[in-house]
């Protein structure tokens, strides 16, 4: 089973900053990383595929980067509506999983 | 407009089994994958498995034999049944569209194990 462990587990972060997020998978994964958004009491939401390929609907200071074993989660310009818990998950190889989560909290 | 929904038991006894069902509308289910993701309270998102509209599935080997899915295509909906509970199962249990990425989403049930 892929492991993937993202960092930091937290970020207390004010608007308009930048937030980094990171995801490191324990064996190559290729391309085979996607980001999702999942706010207080909601369904997660899928943010970027394959690393770095944009959703539609999603805001444009949401990017990915990365590949092989480690991945990027950028926000550019955080807004308020951004705090959430952001997870990456892997397709690669069965089982999928999901890293352990990120929590965004607004300052 | 693709929406899913989940429904089944909120709650279950020990040692019996969980059943819920995701009535998908919107889209056909055929050429698609749908999927089960569970997440404990407070925890991360667990993979369970996906199935395809042919009844093709793959498990998560962490459920064990425990895991069986799936389909109705006359009913636009698929299932899923995880025998043996314990109090480690209650979770929120979500279904999905697709595997490879999840698109869609449904709002999610809360299961809860116990007696």
Redesign the interface.
Known sequence: EIVLTQSPDFQSVTPKEKVTITCRASQSIGSSLHWYQQKPDQSPNLLIKYASQSISGVPSRFSGSGSGTDFTLTINSLEAEDAATYYCHQSSSLPFTFGGGTKVEIK | QVQLQESGPGLVKPSETLSLTCTVSGVSLSNYYWSWIRQPAGK????I?RIYTSGST?????FKSRVTMSVDTSKNQFSLKLSSVTAADTAVY?CARG?????Y????TLVTVSS
């Open positions: 991360g998102l667990e993979w498995g793959n498990y998560n080997p962490s979500y595997s490879l990425t999840m698109d989403w449904g709002q999610g």
